[in-house]
């Protein structure tokens, strides 16, 4: 990748000419073959999936499955190089460049056009599906153009990297069980892990809304899962397009696999609408909405004692409840709907007419077993009866409204260095308590947003409001933060200085009742806050400073000597660790993560150091690591921020073959 230079050999057929592309997965280079003929293009992938053994036989395996698929709009794979670190795939040369590159130039396309090409897309998926492969990364960067953009092209669309698809990303598979690009992931990979042909019909459905607003549907802010999150609980923002055109995108769009339509089937109802709206304009590009509709679910209703129905009333559907009674529950959304129903009326009995006295006999149903349970029955509720009144007392009082009062209280350190402390104090008359939040930091800077959890008095299931002093707050959105805490606040724009503090401060309407009431509501606070940042179930990447648990030293089995060794720094989340979204990758190209900012004051707060004996070479800034010499068995130590005593797995450095 880094080393391969204009003239280099590819294996024993190729040279490389020139780079023409980059992405993810490795650099685009144009080859030719030594025994002359056209040009072709080589996928160059990154080294690390050359030095994974089961990743290479895969990809040996399915070698003639990937030749194997011809199709007009498919790119087709002519050749696969196994060549010590480097692994490439050689397809076709396409020089018309990709729909990606063409939204970057026009922003949005007339309905017509973008029908068109997304009906070839879909004949393309359609072969491939026939064939038992599934693309499961469609995009505009993986559609490529036979020739450059004009209004009104047709029959110019190529699909590249079903096999970068089907194989390169088992390895995400099993370590995370996400496999794609989450603006395009259907909702069934984070639902229930599978994936299918359908999950190609909704990223083309996802593309094609990109394609008329010039972004996709759901796009906004937040991590990678909350993005992917999204496509599972909210609906795509309306487009100002022609019913027709926008029932096609929702059959596409359809959160049930089960409901989408086949590609053929799909292919042929956008050609139909494309000569239908040929005189459409483009739309301007969409802008995001303020906020996402939630999917409509059926809301469970869970109701009460029946009632009664009142004299002459006639039954409605509800059990025993009259129709003028029936609540509206209005359209049904995502919550538990509890509403509560009228008792029945306690209506007097009628009384008896006297019973006539007894004549001195004992009547024959008296029997001496029938007065035992009689007697023992009496003794039973008069035992009932004292225990309430000795339980209750004669003047048992509610419970007293709280005096003033203040407390505090000490978190444990987390791993990634911050210790939290808060201290309370309460206003009887206000009935408000004031709560100072502390934020310290040990060796490394540290940044925020920060998770505080502020629940309401208790037995009160409201979250009650907050005014903060000072300080960039927004109430927790689990939509964008993949965490589910309805009390919680995101505290931003927080920077505590290493072995420095900072404090948050925040006024609290709640009013306290009984003895200690300060104290444990502040308790509650802290554990509230404990358990949302340490919940396994927790998604995403939001929250760093508090939710990060270690960090994990990755590189690969085996390198070459001489050449930089690469090197991942992978997050560990309550959950497990999270490879999709590295902490930092060496050597490093791009901007420094928020997360690595965030727990470590970006690059400054990372360093490498061999542990190899001399074998490895450290660069003066402690960020790019070569390796110098051969050795069957190395380690790599690293320190990243607070967290200072880590290393890599063992992996061993070999000659150029």
């Known amino acids: 990748m880094a080393n391969v230079q204009p003239g280099d050999a590819l294996g024993a057929s190729y040279r490389f000419i020139e780079p023409i592309g980059s992405g993810a997965v490795g650099e685009v280079w144009r080859v030719g073959a030594l025994s002359g003929g056209v040009d072709l293009a080589a996928k160059v992938l990154r080294p690390e999936h050359a030095h994974d053994p089961a990743l290479v036989e895969r990809f040996v395996k399915e070698r003639s499955v990937l030749l194997g698929l011809r199709h007009p709009n498919i790119v087709a794979v002519r050749d696969l190089v196994v060549e010590g670190e480097r692994l490439a795939i050689l397809m076709d040369l396409v020089a018309g460049g990709s729909l990606r590159d063409l939204l970057e130039e026009r922003h949005t396309l007339p309905a017509a056009d973008a029908l068109v090409l997304c009906a070839e897309v879909l004949d393309a998926l359609a072969y491939a599906h026939t064939r038992n492969t599934a693309h499961r990364d469609i995009k505009p960067d993986n559609v490529l153009l036979a020739e450059p953009w004009k209004p009104g092209l047709a029959s110019a669309v190529r699909v590249s990297d079903f096999g970068i698809a089907s194989v390169v990303h088992e390895r995400a598979r099993h370590t995370t069980g996400l496999v794609g690009t989450p603006a395009y992931m259907p909702p069934e990979l984070l639902s229930s892990g599978e994936v299918g042909p359908a999950a190609d019909l909704y990223a083309t459905g996802i593309m094609l809304y990109e394609l008329l607003a010039g972004r996709t549907p759901f796009a906004g802010t937040g991590t990678d899962f909350t993005l992917a999150y999204r496509h599972v609980t909210t609906m795509p923002p309306r487009l100002a397009v022609p019913e027709a055109v926008w029932e096609a995108l929702e059959s596409l769009l359809d959160k049930d696999p089960r409901q989408r339509p086949g590609a053929p089937e799909a292919a042929a109802l956008l050609r139909r609408l494309s000569a239908r709206f040929a005189d459409l304009s483009a739309l301007p590009v969409a802008t995001g909405p303020e906020a996402f509709e939630p999917l409509q679910r059926p809301a469970t209703v ?92 004669p003047d048992a009082p509610a419970a007293a409204p709280a005096p003033d009062a203040t407390a505090s209280q000490q978190d444990a350190p987390l791993p990634s260095g911050l210790s939290v402390s808060r201290s309370a104090q309460y206003d009887a008359q206000a009935k408000e308590v004031r709560l100072t939040i502390t934020y310290a930091a040990q060796k490394a800077p540290l940044a925020g947003p920060f998770l505080e959890v502020l629940p309401g008095a208790a037995g009160s299931a409201a979250c009650p409001p907050a005014t903060w002093e000072k300080i960039e707050v927004t ?56 358990a949302a940042v340490s919940d396994p179930e927790a998604g995403g990447s939001e929250y760093p400073v508090q939710r990060l648990r270690d960090i994990l030293v990755t590189t690969p089995a085996r390198t070459v000597s001489q050449t930089a060794l690469p090197v991942t720094l992978v997050p560990v989340w309550p959950g497990g660790p999270d490879v999709l979204n590295p902490l930092y990758a060496s050597p490093s190209t791009g901007k420094a993560s928020a997360m690595l900012a965030a727990v470590a004051g970006g690059e400054e707060g990372v360093r490498f150091s061999d542990g190899c004996s001399g074998s490895l070479a450290v660069s003066a800034d402690g960020l790019v690591v070569t390796a110098l010499s051969v050795s069957p068995s190395c380690i790599l130590r690293a320190g990243v921020g607070n967290f200072t005593d880590l290393a890599s797995d063992p992996f061993s450095i070999t000659t150029r073959e």
């Open 302 to 393: 869970l109701r009460g004692a029946a009632a009664q129905p009142e004299p002459g009333a006639q039954a409605g559907p509800g059990i025993g409840v009259p129709n003028s009674e029936i609540p509206d529950l209005g359209p049904a959304g995502q919550h538990t709907v509890v509403r509560s129903m009228p008792r029945p009326e306690q209506r007097p009995r009628p009384q008896s007419a006297p019973a006539p006295r007894s004549s001195g006999r004992r009547p024959a149903w008296l029997t001496g077993k029938a007065i035992a349970l009689i007697a023992a029955g009496l003794v039973a509720a008069s035992a009932i009866v004292v225990g309430a009144v000795a339980l209750a007392g």
């Open 475 to 530: 109430r927790n959105q689990p939509s964008l933060t993949g965490i589910s805490e309805a009390c919680g606040w995101s505290l931003s724009g927080i920077a505590v200085p290493a072995k420095g503090s900072v404090e948050a401060s925040a006024r609290i309407p709640v009013e306290l009742t009984g003895e200690d009431a300060l104290g444990k509501w502040l308790q509650g606070a802290a554990a509230a806050t404990t």
